[in-house]
């Protein structure tokens, strides 16, 4: 019998057409109640076995979990009132059962014991790695605090994630908030006209005469990037930069909650024994300590800063010389740089914007998985959040289900900014069989219009190979212990490997050809145009690159080395922009209040892994690069060694039985134009 409540229905495919927010509070009590009393039964379980210890309380965990997946997933694609309202009020109940389960210092004995047993001599590799990541996990966790220090954990926690819940929606919401209604259609000048028809439908959606402008990236970006009105730049450039700060709506202010979040973070990692809260999340990732982690982007910073500096020079001489700006603003930068790129190779990101059209660009993508693992994404069907959501099915040369995906393309109000993909279900080997695992891929990109089908700018376009690499990590696994399936019990600095290693394949000419196809006319990219795409490649790269270094260091001095007596978040900022940044945003931009990747998502005193993992996927595309005609054999070697392994061993183990050694930085240099 179908349960009434659909978060409560685990016998196939989510149904995402069915959940309402009154479906949440009841859901998630159930599931806690479910999840309490297998705990209970496992603290005195005995004798303690993988089957009578760790399968049942997987069970109980894994569908308190799902469920609740489910909801922080509609709350970040279908964000209303009345949802974020259930989320909010559900969220410290979850966080305590989390705490709590962490903290259980029974259940710790329970795992130690396991650990000392016979039959623990007889586990395989994945099921060594989830007991060894079990034992540190409740170390991390506080289960060897007192009583007192165990209720503060817990209590920090939850503030921590209520904290991180409002950090997200401050941003969401005054994103949604701004738009602005341009009268006169000369300010529109240079604009695409995808862009312009949207604008003129969203003004016509609110019963204006005009066009509406927003802070959406479909939008924004285009604005930034085209719009010959200086004025517009700015007036856009301003608004975004200084959302959730104390100069909009007092209500969506993220100052407080930076402030309070740092603290938090501080007083955790002392309560757990460590110096700083790096430490502590460095605990959990390949990097040594944060010491290092500094060499490293420092290290890259001294070879990228250069090649920043002299592409800062060139573009205020081309915008002096050439476009008549005596100075160079914050919101002149993307529109000067494409000004040049076209200048210096013939080449505009709007032109070629106009072959990428997105049945082409599916196509193309499905078709590198095809050749680089043998598999077939095929057409499938699921309930759904929203009707621009599609739904795929991956399957291997037998026809057999390897994994199942949703694919949500376009930017629109009440979903969040960015792109991401996330797990819904992960693989899992049960008494019934696998568990094949289901995931979510996530972009905000603008959709046609006219009946034309969208086009997507080539950024874009890598954008969605990145989260299509991630999607694989997570498909491909063949671990089937839940601890360690897929992402899971990966280090966060190797995580960005299979999803950065994924973009490369959208330089390739033969597969770039196959996936273009001219929104007017059908006629794949021109071989010409795309030369002049790979000359300007590494198009500014030094700036890009110090840019990315900039974020980096600021996420880890802000947890390593930061002293709020003596110093202020954006005072930290402006020191770590004297060392690296060759461009200066406005003393008034509040970038820190939108960096919700640190405050808000999995990146605190992690976001050096963009750049840590790009070390690794660079090296490990060379592996294709040397051995251009094996290509389904290296693909079958790296889902062998990488993606199939999850986090059943090391990252650092998993490269090096690919590459047959330890990674160098070489090729990230090489492939980024900085090599010499």
Request: with cysteine.
């Amino acid at each position: 019998m179908t349960p009434a409540n659909p978060l409560l229905d685990f016998s196939g495919l989510p149904r995402f057409d069915a959940i309402q927010p009154a479906h949440v509070g009841p859901a998630i009590d159930a599931l806690l109640e479910q999840a309490e009393a297998a705990v209970k039964q496992a603290e005195t379980v005995s004798p303690v076995t993988w089957e009578t210890f760790v399968v049942p309380l997987d069970d109980a965990t894994e569908r308190l979990w799902r469920a609740w997946g489910q909801v922080g997933h509609l709350q970040g694609v279908v964000n209303t009132p009345e949802l974020r309202e259930a989320y909010n009020a559900n969220l410290p109940k979850v966080t305590r059962f989390g705490s709590a389960l962490g903290q259980n210092l029974k259940l710790f004995e329970q795992y130690r014991a396991l650990a000392a047993s016979a039959e623990a001599a007889q586990f395989d590799v994945a099921q060594r790695k989830v007991l060894d990541n079990a034992l540190r996990d409740f170390r991390l966790g506080g289960a060897e605090l007192d009583d007192a220090g165990k209720a503060r954990y817990s209590a920090i926690r939850e503030e921590l994630s209520a904290l991180s819940a409002k950090f997200s929606q401050n941003v969401l919401d005054a994103t949604d908030a701004w738009s602005l209604i341009v009268e006169d259609a000369a300010e529109l000048a240079g604009l695409p006209e995808d862009v312009v028809a949207a604008a003129r439908a969203g003004a016509e959606k609110d019963g204006k005469a005009g066009w509406k402008l927003t802070l959406q990236m479909p939008c924004y970006l285009p604005v930034q990037t085209y719009a010959s009105h200086r004025p517009l730049r700015e007036a856009l450039y301003r608004a975004n930069a200084l959302r959730a700060s104390e100069f909009g709506d007092s209500a969506l202010d993220n100052s407080g909650n930076i402030d309070r979040v740092l603290a938090l973070r501080a007083e955790l990692a002392t309560l757990l024994g460590f110096a700083n809260y790096a430490e502590y999340s460095i605990a959990t990732k390949m990097a040594d300590d944060a010491a290092q982690v500094l060499a490293f982007l420092r290290d890259l910073a001294a070879r990228a800063k250069p090649y920043a500096q002299r592409d800062r020079a060139e573009l205020e001489a081309f915008a002096r010389e050439e476009l008549g700006l005596e100075t160079l603003e914050a919101w002149d930068l993307a529109y000067a740089s494409e000004k040049l790129k076209q200048a210096r190779y013939s080449y505009s990101a709007q032109e070629v914007k106009q072959y990428f059209t997105e049945p082409k660009v599916l196509e193309g993508l499905f078709s590198v998985i095809c050749g680089l693992y043998g598999l077939e994404v095929q057409p499938d069907v699921a309930p759904v959040w929203h009707p621009d959501v599609r739904f795929y099915r991956v399957v291997d040369a037998q026809g057999g289900l390897v994994g199942q995906f949703y694919l949500d393309l376009y930017s629109r109000e009440g979903k969040r900014g960015g792109a991401w993909m996330d797990d819904c279900r992960n693989r899992r080997d049960t008494a019934h069989g696998v568990q094949t695992p289901l995931v979510y891929l996530v972009c905000n990109f603008g959709r046609g219009s006219d009946g034309k089908p969208a086009t997507f700018s080539h950024d874009e376009v890598t954008t969605l190979f990145h989260e299509m690499g991630h999607g694989l990590h997570q498909l491909l696994t063949r671990v089937g212990e839940l601890g360690v399936a897929g992402i899971n019990g990966v280090e966060w600095d190797a995580v960005e490997l299979p999803s950065q290693f994924m973009e490369n394949f959208c330089w390739e000419w033969d597969r770039v050809q196959a996936m273009t196809a001219h929104v007017d006319s059908g006629e794949p990219l021109p071989r010409a145009l795309f030369d002049r795409m790979l000359a300007a490649r590494n198009f500014q790269s030094g700036m890009f690159t110090v840019r990315q270094l900039e974020f980096a260091l600021f996420d880890m001095q802000l947890h390593s080395d930061y002293a709020p007596a003596q110093d202020s978040v954006l005072q930290l900022l402006e020191r770590v922009r004297d060392e690296v940044a060759v461009n200066r945003p406005p003393a008034w931009n509040r970038f820190p209040h939108q960096f919700s990747h640190i405050f808000a998502g999995g990146y605190a005193a992690g976001y050096y892994s963009y750049k840590w993992a790009e070390v690794l996927s660079a090296d490990a595309y060379a592996a294709f690069e040397e051995a251009p005609g094996k290509v389904a054999e290296t693909g079958k070697r790296f889902r062998d060694e990488v993606l199939s392994r999850g986090g059943s061993r090391s990252a650092a183990e998993n490269f090096a039985a690919f590459r047959g050694r330890a990674p160098t930085v070489d090729a990230l240099l090489r492939h980024n134009g900085m090599a010499g």
